[in-house]
């Protein structure tokens, strides 16, 4: 009589977890990976928005402040948050003027508000992305001059995510 030998081919119960136990694994470590290289580079891309916003909305008050022929001090409001700043111009004059007004301020809900610039006979205009809100905005009469302290923040309720930059500086009026 012939013995017959089985050749089953296939896998044993130890060597399917084992297999399993293997795979777990590494779908494991790049989910992680993957997870903190999103959260990482959203923190970078957040940290990049408010530091460039604040240093672009400094920019362009500055730069507003130079132009001017002087403060106007009755609407401005000084050594405060939230502050104003209140410019007489003779630049980008609304036709027919010979003097026009330029204003920063903020305007918002109390926890989100955003940082405006008004020029005379036409609409506002927002000086920061929509993400960013202003924590601090002060402004401090020099005479011909004025310092500015601003502080933007990233607009988000998740904590981990939460930046915010700040910026001091000032100008002179250039008559």
Known sequence: MKHETCNKKGFTLTELIVYVAVFVILITTVTLFATAFIKATTKS?????????????????????????????????????????SLETSQELPEGEQITYIDFYLDGEENHKRLYIKRESRNSQLLISEN???????????????RIDLTLEYDTPVSEYQYSYSLSSGGSIRK
């Open 132 to 146: 960013l809100k202003v924590t601090n905005l002060e402004f401090e009469y020099l005479a011909s001059a004025s």
């Open 45 to 85: 891309r957040i940290k990049k928005e408010v530091s460039l916003g604040t240093y672009s909305a400094m920019k362009a008050m500055v730069y507003e402040i130079k132009r001017a022929n002087s403060i106007y001090t009755p609407t401005s409001v000084f050594n405060s948050h939230p502050g104003q700043l």
